[in-house]
């Protein structure tokens, strides 16, 4: 019988599935898919390592060559870690994490679940309070050595699940939108009386003063979050991992600040970095 999975299927499988998209991709699958149509080369998955290079050579009948260094270097593993005494509750890092490893509510603490992070290093560059770290954890062992096939098989699963629901609520909000839309521009015949209420009484009200009590809570937590890193600089600690941020994280972070000003949370004076910090990036 032929095998019925196609070339990008079974590079997919040879991937570590951390969805760390340091190959230049949004995940695994698309990298798979770059690697199949010739459009990737086959040595840009820092978390694979040389054993993942081999791998890969060996399915595409090509040599060995090194991991590509404009994608990174090979590495022991890391795990996010999250400071509970700078956490906002934001949820920009759950957001960002492709493989549901982060739990937590809007204003709550968050935690990392430690034995489903892949190390992906997507959730540090989106925290407005610099409040997340990875740690390595595996030692002098790296790629492959730091990584078990079932975390990659049990990751992928996460990640395919993150995928589906992510599709599901956008197709949800976009019949929620089209109904509002469909009710809107329907005719309504109202009584009198209700008509008056109407006019008396603006619907949107209680929407508006939801929507300002959301942008209260908010701000009043990126004040506390800027109060506190205050009193870190002054015990000179300073922000941690503002260096060498790539395009795709500062494209994150850059996502992160035109939510804020969609909902009218415009950043401080004092939460801007100092000219150093700023070329740091």
Not at 2 to 8: G, R, S, Y
Not at 205 to 226: G, Y
Request: glycine share 6%.
């Amino acid at each position: 019988m032929n095998d019925p999975k196609t070339l990008a299927d079974r590079i997919e499988d040879l991937l570590p599935q951390t969805q760390c998209t340091k190959c230049g991709y949004d995940g695994c699958r698309p990298y798979a898919e770059a690697v199949a149509a010739g459009a990737a080369n086959y040595n840009q998955c820092p978390p694979g390592g040389l054993e993942g290079v081999e791998r890969l050579a060996t399915l595409l009948g090509k040599p060995v060559i090194p991991i590509n260094p404009d994608n990174g270097v090979e590495r022991a593993r890391p795990v996010a870690f999250i400071d509970e005494q700078l956490c906002i509750g934001c949820t920009l890092c759950m957001q960002a994490c492709p493989v549901d490893a982060i739990v937590g509510a809007p204003k709550q603490m968050h935690t990392i679940v430690k034995d489903q992070c892949t190390g992906c290093d997507l959730c540090v560059a989106p925290c407005p309070v610099d409040c997340i770290a990875m740690i390595p954890v595996t030692g002098e062992a790296t790629g492959w050595d730091a990584w078990t096939q079932q975390q990659a098989d049990e990751a992928r699963v996460r990640h395919d699940r993150r995928a589906a629901r992510q599709v599901a609520e956008r197709n949800a909000a976009e019949a929620r939108a089209a109904a509002r839309r469909t009710a809107t521009s329907a005719p309504q015949a109202q009584a009198p009386q209700v008509q008056q209420d109407a006019a008396t009484q603006p619907a949107s009200a209680p929407a508006d003063d939801a929507e300002a009590k959301k942008k209260a809570i908010i701000q009043a937590a990126l004040e506390r979050a800027r109060r506190k890193k205050a009193e870190l600089a002054e015990q000179g600690v300073g922000p941690r991992n503002v260096e060498h941020v790539s395009a795709d994280v500062q494209a994150q972070i850059d996502a992160a600040e035109a939510r804020r000003k969609r909902i009218g949370i415009e950043p401080s004076t004092s939460d801007s970095p100092p000219d150093d910090d700023k070329s740091a990036r």
